[in-house]
């Protein structure tokens, strides 16, 4: 029988229902809860074990959509509490989110062969530009989404990818490639040639998981040492690193995301701990978000993470199949997505990109009530669909 407990909800005053798993026993992560949210909302609470209760979710969520000839936007938070985020569309081709700008030659051929992806991972947006890990492919695709034309990294040459999980771009338009099976970071120039490979040095080996490129730096999650790798990204040298095994504050166990806040700050997603690290900017360790369980605003395996322009913070987590949003001080806002292999389903959402502005093509996809702020691109290894894309922001 659902009985109904009182929590806070940072995101909405409005008052609504959700599902959220059946609570563990311990009296911490009751406390642990109820402090980190600070606005009244109620929740519906089934006696139902986690994954069951996503599938639950997610079909409210995203069953009427689709369900209907003309198909609805898809709202997080769910009705009736006041939309924060909308899906706009679910892809796996280029020119299923914008159509190509032909010249009369390419008109006259029959037009362009729509790029696609086949096992996306790591994800990135840069200047109108989605830049896509492809495992299945062992590339990494270049999307223009303003001409609909596409092009790709590491297909071919002395730097062929193998597994490309994670990429990011410097503000001189660098694109660093992140390989675990070649055991470096291999950094391309906007004509696809090689600009520099980061590797240890000194016979060591790493397994990079993910990246972030900050004021001439370049941090590098790995899991061979289990540790935060800094190199220094003009000469490829290995400055320093950040943490050790473990699951104290500091240590990780299997880091697999890396992001720099607005305002300097280092966050790492230390996996099979099920949390997010927060450093400052002398690499200090400051504080921990989330924790291994199964109660609202704990985590089972997060991967990728972002920061929205607002400070949002954005976590891909594979295991319960939905993206944690946290505000700037590491409390839950709400949960994103779900294991629904539907619209708005993230079935195991990995790479996470922020855009801040995207084509008008592509924007006259937002609803005329929303409005939207910023923009969230995801992708999943499984579902029908694997790159989705949201709007950020409030009802008008």
Same mark, same amino acid.
């Given at each position: 029988m659902p009985q109904k407990v009182i929590i806070n909800s940072v995101f909405t005053n409005e008052r609504h229902s959700q599902f959220f798993?059946?609570?563990?026993?311990?009296?911490? $992560?009751?406390?642990? !809860? %109820?402090?980190? %949210?600070?606005?009244?909302?109620?929740?519906?609470?089934?006696?139902?074990?986690?994954? !069951?209760?996503?599938?639950?979710?997610? &079909?409210?969520?995203?069953?009427?959509?689709?369900?209907?000839?003309?198909?609805?936007?898809?709202?997080?938070?769910?009705?009736?509490? $006041?939309?924060?985020?909308?899906? %706009?569309?679910?892809?796996?081709? %280029?020119?299923?989110?914008?159509?190509?700008?032909?010249?009369?030659?390419?008109?006259?051929?029959?037009?362009?062969?729509?790029?696609?992806?086949?096992?996306?991972?790591?994800?990135?947006?840069?200047?109108?530009?989605?830049?896509?890990?492809?495992?299945?492919?062992?590339?990494?695709?270049?999307?223009?989404?303003?001409?609909?034309? $596409? &092009?790709?990294?590491?297909?071919?040459?002395?730097?062929?990818?193998?597994?490309?999980?994670?990429?990011?771009?410097?503000?001189?338009?660098?694109?660093?490639?992140?390989?675990?099976?070649?055991?470096?970071?291999?950094?391309?120039?906007q004509s696809g040639e090689i600009a520099n490979r980061l590797k240890p040095g000194d016979g060591l080996s790493m397994k990079p998981t993910a990246l972030a490129v900050r004021a001439g730096k370049v941090y590098v999650a790995d899991i061979v040492t289990h540790r935060i790798l800094i190199f220094d990204a003009t000469t490829g040298n290995l400055d320093t690193s950040i943490g050790r095994t473990g699951n104290e504050l500091g240590e990780f166990y299997f880091p697999l995301g890396v992001a720099i806040t607005n305002d300097g700050q280092l966050l790492v997603t230390d996996s099979m701990n099920g949390r997010v690290q927060r450093f400052d900017d002398k690499f200090s360790p400051q504080s921990a978000i989330g924790s291994l369980g199964d109660r609202y605003g704990d985590m089972g395996r997060p991967r990728h993470l972002v920061v929205g322009p607002d400070g949002v913070i954005f976590v891909a987590d594979t295991e319960f199949a939905h993206v944690h949003m946290f505000n700037s001080e590491g409390q839950l806002l709400m949960l994103l997505g779900g294991p629904a292999d539907l619209p708005g389903g993230t079935p195991m959402p990995v790479g996470l990109a922020i855009a801040t502005e995207l084509p008008s093509a592509i924007r006259s996809q937002i609803p005329q009530s929303f409005n939207a702020k910023y923009f969230l691109f995801v992708s999943n290894t499984l579902g029908s669909h694997r790159l989705s894309l949201y709007a950020v922001g409030e009802r008008k």
């Open positions: 798993p059946e609570p563990r026993a311990s009296a911490r $992560a009751d406390a642990r !809860m %109820l402090t980190s %949210l600070n606005k009244l909302s109620t929740y519906e609470k089934p006696t139902l074990n986690a994954m !069951m209760l996503g599938i639950v979710l997610c &079909s409210m969520c995203v069953g009427c959509a689709s369900q209907s000839p003309t198909m609805k936007p898809v709202y997080f938070p769910v009705p009736p509490a $006041a939309p924060h985020v909308v899906h %706009l569309k679910s892809f796996n081709h %280029l020119h299923d989110l914008i159509a190509p700008q032909l010249s009369w030659v390419e008109k006259i051929r029959g037009g362009l062969a729509s790029p696609f992806v086949a096992a996306p991972a790591g994800i990135a947006y840069h200047d109108q530009h989605l830049y896509i890990c492809d495992t299945g492919q062992g590339c990494v695709h270049d999307w223009n989404l303003n001409t609909g034309k $596409a &092009s790709r990294f590491g297909d071919s040459g002395p730097a062929t990818l193998e597994s490309p999980v994670a990429v990011a771009i410097d503000i001189s338009n660098k694109v660093y490639i992140a390989d675990t099976s070649r055991g470096e970071v291999v950094i391309f120039n």
